[in-house]
């Protein structure tokens, strides 16, 4: 896969099942428009090619409605304004779709109601005169850089690519989708944040997510509460032990739930569990140490056999079941439907059926039905383009601690030069599943290590809190371990490493150069943490995740800072970052270049335009394909 395939990709993600109806959204980057097209395909289930269901710019998340007569979705359409999403629905026999809410900064997804015929959603609502919108009736709406100030109160008031919070907070809307004349009504008035909304069985409240008592002050902590259909005042239905993901209800009314358990701010490197509230109260069914549940993958599905959910195993994210009277069941007593050495990034089920989106290392997705096989073949063109299939590693640090990660090798016998990619998180992993950057810098000759050092997700909660209050310790021990491994290899080239990272893994490649720079020829250090004190207040997570990491004491977190080391590093070092980053933010790349330059460091800095944290995953299209040329320019440079 070479920058420009990026074009090639095809990649599915939610889907909706409903009887012989199998639908998913299918994303491509698109060069030319700089933007991300797609829209709804039906999938065949006897095996036939997929069909493109709808023909907006971008449609994505179908809900079908329970009787199955109806399909609700999110359409995205042009730039500006028309960018914001909206709630469309069409009859699922066929027909045009029918736009359904017309809000200022677009709808959140869709979920039917029980009767099939009304939806709710949350939608970010705006302050009078921003975001585009007027100020007084009959007056033009001001335009950005002549709105009012914002007055700021909180230290949760912004998020990265997100945006400010204060002034839009997200409202949950109930609409009758089925008809015309009908109007959105909000059932709660943005003096808080409402999240992930789901109907109870017969159809007369809506359950959401919100944070501990409704925000009243700043919190990690988030409890289920639900409010009448009719309005009045939201009730708290359950109290967590940390916070509540994604609710559910099953055939019986059981609520169920992913969430994770905790105190304070210590809310860092937590095992999603998940939960069911009933009449006999509220119990975790999975066990802390070994279950953590990928929310990214959907919600949990409760059916008579079991709740289906997806969960991260050693860089896998499987799909599996568990028993509806489980308490604290360990991962090796839940039955494995689908994943085993791949990534599930989306599943539906409906009846005795099950689909889900699959990753593996050579393609990024294609659609399975359980018991059928696979049915799509979205990746045929990456394929064709070339791509390289991942193999597993497992190094030994120096305390006898087995550490596992993952080599992607380039076409011919060697001896190539070496990437070492270190990920971000750092509660996050490296997985079996397809991965850009690996595909791109093997296709261009490097062998690309991928390690999951302590710190990582996915194997054990134990393992993801080791790090905690020990950045550049036991971590950096397991990185050197898994590349070590890598170099024991004849075709890799030992003498010819570069590292790399982004977020944790620019932290990483910073904390590297410094203090192991003699075993590599350049660092690309991205979105990096570097300077601990002022990301605690910079950072949209700074005011938490600064002393849920690290602890309070600003020596330890001097002592735990990449800059304090600048002047160790003498390696050729790029440091890049998006202009618009509120993760990490740009204060943190200025801060390494200037020491380095003033070090007289060969050092550069790149910065992206109007980009946040997320470039490398969902930034503009052309800024991707121009930081892959960057990097493949950088390493050409200094490994050949």
Not at 258 to 265: A, K, P, Q, S, V
Not at 400 to 411: Q, R
Request: with cysteine; aromatic share 8%; charged share 20%.
């Amino acid at each position: 896969m070479r920058p420009d395939d990026l074009k090639l990709l095809s990649v599915p993600g939610p889907l909706a099942l409903h009887g012989d109806l199998l639908l998913v959204t299918v994303t491509s980057p698109d060069l030319a428009a700089n933007a991300y097209r797609g829209g709804l395909h039906r999938v065949p289930l006897d095996g036939g090619d997929p069909v493109r269901w709808t023909w907006g710019d971008r449609d994505f998340a179908p809900r079908v409605s329970p009787d199955g007569r109806w399909v609700a979705f999110l359409r995205s359409s042009g730039t500006g304004k028309a960018a914001a999403p909206q709630v469309h629905v069409l009859p699922t026999g066929g027909g045009e779709p029918r736009r359904v809410t017309d809000l200022p900064l677009g709808a959140g997804v869709p979920v039917w109601a029980p009767d099939s015929r009304r939806i709710a959603f949350t939608a970010h609502v705006p302050e009078p005169g921003r975001y585009g919108t007027t100020a007084v009736e009959g007056e033009d709406a001001p335009t950005p850089d002549a709105e009012a100030p914002r007055r700021i109160t909180r230290l949760d008031y912004r998020v990265d690519d997100i945006g400010f919070l204060g002034d839009r907070e997200p409202r949950l809307h109930v609409l009758d989708a089925l008809d015309p004349e009908a109007k959105p009504v909000e059932l709660t008035d943005g003096r808080f944040a409402v999240a992930e909304p789901t109907w109870t069985p017969d159809g007369a409240r809506v359950v959401f997510v919100a944070d501990r008592d409704f925000g009243t002050p700043e919190t990690l902590h988030s409890d289920l509460f639900s409010v009448s259909t009719d309005g009045g005042e939201p009730e708290l239905l359950v109290r967590t032990e940390g916070n509540a993901v994604l609710p559910v209800h099953g055939p019986d009314g059981t609520l169920y739930f992913y969430g994770g358990e905790y105190t304070g701010i210590h809310s860092v490197a937590r095992n999603l569990g998940l939960w069911a509230h009933s009449a006999a109260g509220l119990r975790r069914l999975t066990d802390v140490e070994t279950v953590d549940c990928e929310r990214a993958a959907g919600t949990a599905v409760p059916t008579e056999s079991g709740v289906v959910v997806a969960v991260r195993n050693r860089g896998a994210v499987e799909l599996r079941r568990v028993p509806l009277d489980a308490s604290g069941a360990v991962l090796a007593d839940l039955e494995v439907l689908t994943g085993e050495n791949a990534e599930v990034k989306a599943f539906g089920v409906h009846g005795d059926r099950i689909a889900a989106v699959v990753s593996t290392s050579d393609n990024p997705g294609e659609v399975e039905l359980l018991g059928s096989g696979v049915l799509t073949d979205f990746a045929g063109p990456v394929r064709e383009a070339g791509v390289h299939p991942s193999v597993e590693l497992t190094g030994t640090a120096p305390d006898g601690y087995p550490v596992h990660g993952f080599l992607v090798l380039p076409e011919g016998e060697g001896p190539h030069p070496v990437l070492l990619a270190v990920h971000g998180g750092p509660f996050m992993y490296h997985g079996h599943g397809f991965f850009d950057e690996a595909q791109v810098y093997a296709s261009a000759g490097y062998a690309v290590v991928l390690p999951n050092p302590r710190g990582s997700a996915g194997y054990g909660q134990e393992h993801g809190q080791t790090v905690v209050g020990a950045f550049g310790t036991v971590d950096v021990d397991d990185v050197l371990a898994v590349l070590d491994a890598a170099l024991e290899r004849p075709e890799l080239d030992a003498d010819r490493v570069g590292v790399m990272g982004g977020s944790y893994g620019g932290f990483m490649t910073s904390w590297l150069a410094a203090h192991h720079g003699e075993r590599f020829r350049a660092g690309w250090s991205e979105r990096a943490v570097n300077a601990w004190d002022s990301f605690g207040g910079s950072s949209d997570i700074g005011w938490f995740f600064v002393d849920a990491y690290c602890g309070a004491d600003p020596a330890k977190q001097h002592a735990m800072s990449p800059l304090t080391y600048a002047e160790k590093i003498s390696m050729p070092f790029a440091v890049v970052h998006s202009e618009h980053d509120w993760r990490c933010p740009l204060e943190q790349a200025q801060r390494m270049f200037v020491a380095l330059k003033r070090n007289g460091v060969d050092a550069e800095m790149l910065v992206f335009p109007g980009e946040g944290h997320e470039l490398t995953r969902s930034g503009k299209p052309r800024h991707r394909h121009q930081r892959f040329d960057a990097v493949l320019e950088w390493w050409s440079r200094h490994l050949g």
